[in-house]
């Protein structure tokens, strides 16, 4: 097995994440570390990505989308949060 060497404070934010939700660091650095080598070689994901973005500045430019922070009150208000002003 490979080992590698981190940044003492890197391996502390890692080991404090997982801590927090129950994971084995190599378990989760195999799992990460694969995900992204096989997004980087998939074309079909980068043209899904492109055309998301494209889409959704389309609908930014058409002025097809709600503003976040109404979005957010409207959220709270249905379910009795009250956010700060």
């Known amino acids: ?15 404090s994440f997982l801590e927090k939700r129950g994971g084995d660091v190599t378990a989760f650095v195999e799992q990460v570390i694969g995900k992204q080598l096989d997004y980087e070689g998939d074309p079909d994901f980068h043209q899904d990505v492109e055309e998301r973005i494209r889409r959704g ?7 097809r989308v709600v503003n976040a922070k109404d979005a957010m009150r409207e959220i709270a208000d249905e379910y009795g949060f009250r956010l700060p002003e």
């Open 1 to 15: 097995m490979a080992s590698w060497e981190v940044s003492d404070e890197l391996d502390a934010r890692l080991r």
């Open 57 to 63: 500045m389309e609908d930014v430019e058409a002025g």
